[in-house]
């Protein structure tokens, strides 16, 4: 079997031009492991944490206690003492320390405790749900009885719809002023400004929870303050911040593992007067812009699939144009004006082109 997912894993090298992902997540089959290992051995390995519930609840039976405590160790930004500890005084309290289900599970807790993985990025993927979505999604537009064509013909057009969800998607963020709700405003318009809207409402969270915060103590070695900070009415509670006036970095190591600030850096930016997220803490992935920086960059890199960028420029056009025309057509009195624009528009890009393709040639 590891033979046959080393074939499909280098068909996908294939695809990807040779690129290998930077993480993995799969339902922990044994020869799918190893042939990850061998073929992406770079890549960062996590199970699916979908699967670990269903298999908790499958193999620790009748302790509700303990698949509440499963997932909160699984899932919470714990450092890898506290992980340590909750474990063990989890399992006492549930009765479960010689469970052979539970005692793999613990075995392999780099694999899927959030506090072993806190170094590694993963997309903020931690189920399997995105490719089952999309399975779900083929299946209906598949018939059982379809022959190969069909299939081919459906396959194609399913791909087309999931694609303008994207578009629908991308339009969307740009279109919507964030209402500001937090203590720091400043922050938070900058942050509504350059994250799409779904990684804004995560950003915001994070610059809620700056409020909970109280500085311990400060100390400063050679330019380098560290903030040891903890929470309100919650003494145990110790998070570190080091600025050396440039970068923050978080013992947490949110933004390593999800790619977004966490409340400690909100806290430290504001004691330190930083109104900006600074750049080195901004994921191009996150932004809005994040599309048009690929294709403006892409344009000038030879490895990169030509049909590719012209397919997502195409998209990028349809997706402005057609929002334009929609709004457009409902206005009276404005098409004669609109249509001279639009092709006064037509004339200068062309005159531009044509510019910037005599500039190359020379
Ligand atoms: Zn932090």
Same mark, same amino acid.
């Given at each position: 079997?590891?033979?046959?997912?080393?074939?499909?894993?280098?068909?996908?090298?294939?695809?990807?031009?040779?690129?290998?992902?930077?993480?993995?997540?799969?339902?922990?089959?044994?020869?799918?492991?190893?042939?990850?290992?061998?073929?992406?051995?770079?890549?960062?390995?996590?199970?699916?944490?979908?699967?670990?519930?269903?298999?908790?609840?499958?193999?620790?039976?009748?302790?509700?206690?303990?698949?509440?405590?499963?997932?909160?160790?699984?899932?919470?930004?714990?450092? %890898?003492?506290?992980?340590?500890?909750?474990?063990?005084?989890?399992?006492?309290?549930?009765?479960?320390?010689?469970?052979?289900?539970?005692?793999?599970?613990?075995?392999?807790?780099?694999?899927?405790?959030?506090?072993?993985?806190?170094?590694?990025?993963?997309?903020?993927?931690?189920?399997?749900?995105?490719?089952?979505?999309?399975?779900?999604?083929?299946?209906?537009?598949?018939?059982?009885?379809?022959?190969?064509?069909?299939?081919?013909?459906?396959?194609?057009?399913?791909?087309?719809?999931?694609?303008?969800?994207?578009?629908?998607?991308?339009?969307?963020?740009?279109?919507?002023?964030?209402?500001?709700?937090?203590?720091?405003?400043?922050?938070?318009?900058?942050?509504?400004? %350059?994250?799409?809207?779904?990684?804004?409402?995560?950003?915001?969270?994070?610059?809620?929870?700056?409020?909970?915060?109280?500085?311990?103590?400060?100390?400063?070695?050679?330019?380098?303050?560290?903030?040891?900070?903890?929470?309100?009415?919650?003494?145990?509670?110790?998070?570190?911040?080091?600025?050396?006036?440039?970068?923050?970095?978080?013992?947490?190591?949110?933004?390593?593992?999800?790619?977004?600030?966490?409340?400690? %850096?909100?806290?430290?930016?504001?004691?330190?007067?930083?109104?900006?997220?600074?750049?080195?803490?901004?994921?191009?992935?996150?932004?809005?812009?994040?599309? %048009?920086?690929?294709?403006?960059?892409?344009?000038?890199?030879?490895?990169?699939?030509?049909?590719?960028?012209?397919?997502?420029?195409?998209?990028?056009?349809?997706?402005?144009?057609?929002?334009?025309?929609?709004?457009?057509?409902?206005?009276?009195?404005?098409?004669?004006?609109?249509?001279?624009?639009?092709?006064?528009?037509?004339?200068?890009?062309?005159?531009?082109?044509?510019?910037?393709?005599?500039?190359?040639?020379?």
């Amino acid at each position: 079997m590891t033979e046959t997912y080393k074939w499909v894993l280098r068909c996908f090298l294939e695809c990807m031009e040779g690129k290998q992902p930077k993480a993995v997540v799969t339902n922990g089959d044994g020869a799918m492991r190893e042939a990850i290992k061998q073929i992406f051995p770079d890549a960062n390995h996590r199970l699916c944490t979908w699967h670990l519930n269903k298999n908790a609840s499958e193999n620790v039976k009748n302790r509700n206690n303990f698949l509440d405590g499963f997932s909160k160790v699984m899932y919470s930004n714990f450092t %890898i003492d506290e992980f340590e500890e909750y474990w063990s005084q989890m399992i006492k309290e549930n009765g479960v320390q010689g469970h052979p289900w539970v005692v793999k599970t613990y075995e392999n807790r780099s694999l899927w405790a959030t506090a072993y993985l806190r170094d590694n990025f993963f997309g903020r993927i931690r189920t399997m749900s995105q490719y089952e979505a999309i399975n779900a999604i083929i299946k209906s537009y598949v018939r059982k009885q379809g022959c190969i064509f069909e299939f081919m013909n459906n396959f194609d057009q399913a791909t087309r719809d999931y694609r303008n969800n994207e578009l629908v998607a991308d339009f969307k963020p740009s279109s919507i002023d964030p209402v500001l709700s937090t203590q720091l405003p400043v922050i938070e318009s900058h942050a509504g400004k %350059i994250y799409t809207a779904k990684l804004f409402k995560e950003v915001r969270h994070e610059i809620l929870k700056a409020g909970e915060l109280i500085v311990r103590d400060k100390s400063e070695v050679g330019g380098r303050k560290t903030y040891r900070l903890t929470k309100f009415c919650k003494d145990g509670y110790e998070r570190s911040v080091v600025y050396d006036g440039s970068t923050f970095k978080c013992s947490c190591k949110r933004f390593e593992s999800r790619g977004i600030p966490c409340s400690h %850096i909100f806290y430290v930016m504001k004691e330190e007067h930083v109104d900006r997220i600074p750049s080195n803490l901004v994921l191009t992935r996150w932004t809005k812009d994040a599309k %048009i920086q690929f294709l403006n960059s892409s344009n000038c890199n030879d490895n990169v699939d030509l049909n590719m960028i012209a397919e997502a420029c195409f998209g990028s056009y349809c997706m402005v144009l057609t929002e334009f025309c929609k709004e457009a057509s409902k206005k009276d009195g404005v098409y004669a004006q609109i249509m001279e624009d639009l092709m006064q528009l037509k004339k200068s890009i062309a005159v531009k082109m044509m510019m910037q393709s005599v500039h190359k040639s020379q």
